[in-house]
């Protein structure tokens, strides 16, 4: 399996900055894709950034322009980095990672999740 250990959220400011980072630990196999989505109350989980193991990006509208990926493949670790918060920005960020087992298997896991909070 794979264990992803989450840090970074708490409470930010509007207009300023949070830098979320989820380390993977495990079954860790070379082809993957690690990302970070949110879930604010009575929403979807919806994805807010990914990444993958050859560094191609995808990001949620919402966040273009404010908020960056990246990763340290030789860590196995995600980096999200929060610019310009709004207040809608609040919501449970979980880490995920999807993992190329084989041609025919994959495997996916989330992190436990943490709360970013993001005041007027």
């Known amino acids: 399996q794979v264990r992803l250990v989450e840090s970074g959220g708490g409470l930010g400011q509007a207009g300023g900055s949070l830098r979320l980072s989820c380390a993977a630990s495990?079954?860790?196999?070379?082809?993957?894709?690690m990302g970070w989505y949110r879930q604010a109350p009575g929403k979807q989980r919806d994805l807010v950034a990914d990444i993958s193991s050859g560094g191609s990006t995808n990001y949620a509208d919402s966040v273009k322009g404010r908020f960056t990926i990246s990763r340290e493949n030789a860590k196995n670790t995600v980096y999200l980095e929060m610019n310009n918060l709004k207040p809608e920005d609040t919501a449970v960020y979980y880490c995920?990672?999807?993992?190329?087992?084989?041609?025919?298997?994959?495997?996916?896991?989330w992190g436990q999740g943490t709360q970013v909070t993001v005041s007027s």
């Open positions: 995920n990672f999807k993992r190329r087992n084989s041609w025919w298997s994959g495997s996916e896991y």
């Open positions: 495990g079954s860790i196999f070379s082809i993957n894709v």
